[in-house]
């Protein structure tokens, strides 16, 4: 048999391809099969554990909405002012204290407020018309009769004259008083509205109490108030519940300071030391001040809750 031609050779298919890198041609690898050991995976070629989710809200972009108003939102307090918070015993927290640099701009702040201004004017006023009251009253509680209490606590101290050191407590008090709430008018107007209340529970206690004077009474008696009030007449049956000390304790709260305080403390015992030493009031009368004080203060601080802009206690 003859050779057969030589067939013209037809080149494979495949071999027209352009050779293809070794890696492109194995399987897909790990990421883990690159040497680097700064990629996804450590040193020993297993893959790092992807770090867990936090709670949703610790992702960017998610934060928890605040209910507190933002800094741009909030009321920006006047030049001077500084916010601190005080008086924790008292139901609310307070939002601002101001503590203006003078006198003259603490009252140039707060006579720039229109229901400021309205009670400056209508305090004084009916305070007077209070006071004026008063006077009327308690010549008519020294003309009616009253009961004896038995009072073991006077029983036990021998009187003793101390009507100098009362007065001058009182009157110290009351000037030391106006010398610190000059820096805070809105806290001495409500003040003057606290002690026009307390007046007014006085009266009305009185009026349904009526005392006769302790055995053994030294009459106190004060000039202010003979001269001013009830024309020279020593007022003896004016007795529940003691007024100085009522006073004093009333402006022991009114105090803006620790310091103010605790001076007025000290000089609210010694008031009800003297009188009860005197034997010018029943032990309870002396008592109970106190608690009339903290009624008449509480019963302003509630009417003001919603008071100048926005504080609770205005300063």
């Known amino acids: 048999m003859g050779d057969r031609p030589n067939a013209p050779r037809t080149k494979n298919p495949g071999s027209s391809l352009p050779s293809l890198p070794s890696a492109s041609r194995s399987s897909p690898s790990s990421p883990c099969s690159s040497s680097s050991a700064s990629g996804p995976c450590g040193e020993s070629g297993r893959p790092r554990p992807r770090p867990r989710p936090g709670p949703p809200y610790s992702r960017p972009g998610r ?5 507190q108003p933002s800094d741009s939102r909030r009321p920006r307090a006047p030049a001077g002012a500084k916010r601190v918070v005080i008086d924790r015993h008292m139901t609310d927290t307070l939002d601002v204290l101001r503590r203006p640099s003078s006198v003259a701009a603490a009252w140039r702040e707060a006579w720039s407020e229109q229901r400021f201004r309205a009670e400056a004017v209508i305090t004084p006023v009916a305070l007077v018309a209070v006071l004026a009251v008063m006077a009327r009253f308690l010549t008519w509680v020294e ?11 006077l029983a036990l101290i021998p009187p003793r004259d101390m009507t100098w050191l009362t007065f001058g407590l009182v009157y110290v008090g009351l000037l ?100 009860l030493w005197q034997h010018v009031h029943y032990t309870v009368d002396v008592l109970v001040a106190p608690f009339f004080a903290f009624a008449s203060r509480e019963l302003v601080f509630r009417l003001h809750r919603r008071g100048w802009r926005g504080t609770h206690w205005p300063e």
């Open 143 to 153: 003309r009616r009769p009253g009961v004896l209490l038995p009072d073991p606590v």
């Open 63 to 67: 934060r928890r909405a605040s209910t």
């Open 176 to 275: 030391t008083a106006l010398a610190v709430l000059l820096r805070h008018p809105r806290r001495l107007v409500l003040g003057a509205q606290a002690y026009a209340v307390m007046v007014l529970f006085r009266m009305a206690v009185m009026a349904v109490t009526p005392l006769e004077a302790p055995p053994r009474m030294l009459p106190l008696q004060d000039p202010l108030v003979q001269v001013v009030g009830t024309g020279g007449e020593v007022l003896t049956r004016d007795l529940f519940f003691s007024g100085h000390t009522a006073t004093l304790a009333l402006l022991t709260m009114l105090a803006p300071g620790r310091f103010s305080r605790r001076f007025f403390l000290v000089c609210t015992a010694l008031v009800a030391i003297c009188v």
